[in-house]
């Protein structure tokens, strides 16, 4: 499976950005998706997950100003941000996880990042 990111860029506090990812490859195997980010000096972080059912799961820090959401017939994912903030400034990495014939997750994988820069 390889995922393909876009959607960041450079955005003012208080803007919207909304990030895509795509995946290609053996996806008929693909199972949980989501969003990582990371800030300079600090770890990666989880930001926003969802279930190949559809059901979605936030950090903290982005709950109400983020939604995911994903479309299983186009093997994409979404991440809509709103009220940017500069601590929302990061790389953005999309990821995923795939099960094997009996259901047992067997794999993950990451796009490259795409850079969100939030400006004051």
């Known amino acids: 499976v390889q995922l393909q990111a876009s959607g960041g860029g450079l955005v003012q506090v208080g803007g919207s950005l909304r990030l895509s990812c795509k995946a290609y490859?053996?996806?008929?195997?693909?199972?949980?998706m989501g969003w990582y980010r990371q800030a300079p000096g600090q770890e990666r972080e989880s930001v926003a997950g969802?279930?190949?059912?559809?059901?979605?799961n936030y950090a903290d820090s982005v709950k109400g100003r983020f939604t995911i959401s994903r479309d299983n017939g186009k093997n994409m994912i979404y991440l809509q941000m709103n009220r940017l903030q500069p601590e929302d400034a990061a790389v953005y990495y999309c990821?995923?996880?795939?099960?094997?014939?009996?259901?047992?997750?067997?794999?993950?994988?990451w796009g490259k990042g795409t850079l969100v820069t939030v400006s004051s």
């Open positions: 969802v279930k190949s059912g559809g059901t979605p």
């Open positions: 990821w995923a996880e795939t099960v094997n014939d009996w259901g047992d997750i067997d794999n993950e994988y």
């Open positions: 490859g053996n996806v008929i195997t693909l199972n949980d």
